[in-house]
């Protein structure tokens, strides 16, 4: 038997990731005097949500634990599209804890960055492959090609050499690498949503799309503050799941790494649980913002973004108390929400399909042996 795969995230884990919350959490009081007694210019990114009232728990506790350790900059990246519960939590908490928390705001809205470039679908991995797809126009019967050749390798050269400069989009639908090895159970193909790229073969977007108002609305920002600074603080966690549970280039554990541009990113919370973070919240009586605490959101970020499958259902629960806000986001976003539902009622209704496949396959199997004793 074959042992189970599992990736960086899990084999270089620190010892503390396993402790229970509160030996956890004085770990990581620990290990965040450390790298800021190490690296004293830190920036850290504060959104106003769950994870960031964590940290900046953490961080102030920290500095009043040790009285020398010097102040970190704070923050606030408004996208253009934020609920007035998460900028008024930004400055209250900003009192809270008697530091100053800067807004930002990109020069890029997300109304021109959609207009210009796409509305995001489903995942950030999944609009960029699809933007590429609609880019480049290459036709989605490579997959075919692919899935049938017999030797998978030659097929994958071939097709390199026939879209040349094209070699992530090839990847993404055909589901593989670049030396032409079968990957069609990673994040980073077509089918890890699954159906995808059938749906799309039947019923394919009439609206352009993208996820890079993403990057010009926080990452470009982000990155024209940060580059000052020596150390970057954010709140991310493996438990959120998508990209930020997988490892990535610029480092092994997650927790604390040094970066190409010879910074440090540092993510104190990257091992925290949800488990851990309602025991700290409870245990050290943190209040989250309106968004959570009166709405009933259970994450926030940019108002309605489509990357969230529960986009719509919590513009809802947003609407009683800010309906501009939700009409903004409808506006913005609504070709995507409407597309995103068709797919998921494509997707059930091939999942029905095939449980009704399977069940009167294996009752044929069954009266077949019957029959034959």
């Known amino acids: 038997m074959s042992e189970e795969y599992r990736s960086r995230v899990y084999t270089d884990r620190p010892d503390y990731a396993d402790l229970d919350a509160p030996e956890k959490f004085q770990a990581i009081l620990g290990i965040i005097m450390t790298h800021l007694r190490e690296h004293p210019k830190a920036i850290c990114s504060y959104s106003g949500g769950a994870d960031s009232d964590i940290m900046i728990d953490l961080i102030e506790t920290a500095r009043k634990i040790a009285p020398s350790l010097p102040p970190v900059k704070y923050v606030f990246f408004n996208t253009g599209l934020e609920m007035k519960a998460t900028k008024d939590h930004v400055k209250a908490t900003a009192e809270r804890y008697g530091v100053e928390i800067e807004e930002v705001r990109p020069k890029v809205g997300i109304v021109q960055a959609v207009r210009e470039h796409g509305i995001p679908f489903?995942?950030?991995i999944m609009s960029a492959g699809l933007e590429?797809?609609?880019k480049k126009g290459i036709p989605?019967?490579?997959?075919?090609?692919?899935?049938?050749?017999?030797?998978?390798?030659?097929?994958?050269?071939?097709?390199?050499?026939?879209?040349?400069?094209?070699?992530a989009i090839i990847n993404?639908?055909?589901?593989?690498?670049?030396?032409?090895?079968?990957r069609p159970n990673i994040q980073l193909v077509i089918n890890?949503?699954?159906?995808?790229?059938?749906f799309i073969g039947e019923y394919p977007p009439d609206f352009q799309i993208s996820a890079k108002c993403c990057d010009y609305c926080k990452k470009q920002v982000a990155h024209?503050?940060?580059?000052?600074?020596?150390?970057i603080i954010t709140g991310e966690r493996r438990d959120e799941g998508g990209m930020r549970s997988v490892p990535r280039k610029d480092n092994t554990a997650l927790c604390f790494t040094e970066m190409g541009s010879r910074q440090y990113r540092f993510r104190p919370l990257y091992y925290v649980t949800d488990r851990d973070k309602a025991w700290y919240k409870e245990r050290f009586d943190i209040r989250y913002s309106d968004a959570y605490?009166?709405?009933?959101?259970?994450?926030?970020?940019?108002?309605?973004c489509p990357i969230s499958y529960k986009a719509v259902y919590d513009l809802e629960l947003i609407r009683p108390y800010e309906p501009n806000v939700v009409k903004a986001a409808w506006n913005i976003f609504g070709k995507s929400y409407e597309y995103r539902k068709k797919y998921n009622d494509y997707k059930s209704a091939r999942m029905e399909e095939e449980i009704k496949r399977k069940t009167i396959m294996d009752g044929q199997m069954e009266l077949s042996e019957f029959i034959e004793c």
Do not use: H
């Not at 997959?143 to 390199?160: N, P, S, V």
């Not at 993404?172 to 079968?182: D, R």
């Not at 890890?192 to 059938?198: A, C, E, I, T, W």
């Open 140 to 167: 989605l019967s490579i997959a075919d090609e692919y899935a049938l050749a017999e030797d998978k390798m030659a097929k994958r050269r071939e097709l390199g050499e026939r879209f040349p400069k094209c070699e």
């Open 122 to 124: 489903v995942s950030k």
């Open 132 to 134: 590429g797809w609609q």
């Open 224 to 231: 024209g503050i940060q580059k000052n600074y020596e150390m």
């Open 293 to 304: 605490e009166v709405y009933g959101l259970t994450r926030t970020g940019c108002c309605g």
């Open 172 to 182: 993404f639908l055909c589901c593989c690498n670049s030396a032409g090895e079968p």
């Open 192 to 198: 890890s949503s699954k159906y995808m790229r059938d």
